[in-house]
């Protein structure tokens, strides 16, 4: 397989970024899928500079490949977050970017010698990306885990391809070769998995929640904070049912406010990472889950994934 120039200026073996996913993506699995050839990026999510600080540090003290950090915009902390991977800038390759338009950091980014690949939904975002200088774009598809968009990873990521002329990696539904093969058909240059790595043996997810994965079946998910216009794909689990039932009944009213109903959303999917509590933990997966089926390390997902496509693609 012809890897894109980007991944060999990334100084990738595999054209394969491992999701940067809040709460489960620490230093630790990061590294371990650089160590291997793909990009490791590490989830800031909601976390205080001074936790991406310490994750960053992590990573590099076990790995000197390259390494990246989702900074999620909604945050309370992405000031602080983006002060520290600007004094980290020798350390950090990539930032990519989650919910949002990053256009008022990229140019700070771009200074410090970092690429900016931010997340996108939607066509309009992906143009807007690729005029203010994004080097390039993650497609990704409501079939994912996590906070969602509105159209499917094969719709998108062909549009997104004629849209722009920055690579696009794909993101969404992908966890195998015949997943990123097809990717490539579409015209990506990469791919981005967040699911597959969940059940990695280096990741720090609670076993519950990770045999929550392993045992999904395709029809396993859910959508919850559409309503509110925050939706997220999560494993129907008490939790999941919970919340829904609440956004359900705050929807009935005349004058609904899911204020309430979010704050019980708030910090669930890290007390899912951490104590693997179905019943307050949002166990965010995606609808591929169903094909996840065994633990493995890091870098034998890489490789399996890789062989798999390049195969299917004729070896080329
Ligand atoms: C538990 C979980 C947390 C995630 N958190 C983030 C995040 O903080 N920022 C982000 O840009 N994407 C986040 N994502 C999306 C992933 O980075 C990735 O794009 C997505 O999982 C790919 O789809 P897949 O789950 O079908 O592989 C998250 C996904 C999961 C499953």
Do not use: C
């Amino acid at each position: 397989m012809q890897l894109d120039p980007l991944m060999k200026t990334l100084g990738l073996k595999y054209p394969i970024f491992q999701g940067g996913m809040a709460w489960v993506a620490d230093g630790r699995l990061a590294a371990a899928v650089s160590n291997a050839g793909g990009l490791g990026i590490i989830g800031a999510g909601h976390a205080s500079g001074e936790v991406v600080a310490q994750e960053i540090k992590r990573a590099k003290s076990l790995t000197d490949k390259p390494i990246g950090v989702n900074v999620m915009l909604l945050s309370p902390h992405v000031e602080d977050v983006v002060k520290v991977i600007l004094t980290a800038q020798d350390s950090i390759t990539v930032v990519t970017t989650g919910a949002g338009d990053p256009s008022k950091y990229l140019p700070q980014f771009t200074a410090a010698n970092i690429k900016v690949i931010p997340v996108v939904g939607s066509v309009a975002l992906a143009k807007r990306m690729a005029r203010v200088g994004a080097d390039a774009v993650i497609a990704e598809g409501m079939e994912s885990g996590g906070h969602i968009g509105k159209l499917t990873t094969m719709a998108l990521v062909p549009q997104v391809v004629d849209a722009v002329d920055i690579p696009v990696i794909a993101a969404g539904g992908i966890a195998d070769g015949r997943g990123m093969a097809a990717a490539f058909m579409l015209g990506a240059a990469g791919v981005q998995m967040g699911t597959r790595f969940l059940v990695a043996t280096e990741s720090r997810v609670h076993p519950n929640y990770k045999q929550a994965v392993l045992k999904a079946k395709d029809i396993d998910t859910v959508i919850t904070g559409e309503y509110a216009g925050h939706p997220a794909r999560v494993l129907r689990n008490p939790m999941a049912k919970k919340f829904l039932r609440l956004e359900k009944a705050e929807a009935g009213k005349p004058n609904p406010d899911f204020s309430e109903v979010e704050e019980i959303g708030n910090g669930s999917l890290r007390q899912a990472v951490l104590t693997g509590d179905a019943k307050t933990g949002a166990y965010m997966a995606g609808q591929i889950a169903g094909l996840v089926k065994q633990t493995q390390p890091a870098a034998e997902i890489l490789a399996e994934v890789f062989e798999q496509a390049t195969k299917l693609m004729g070896g080329v």
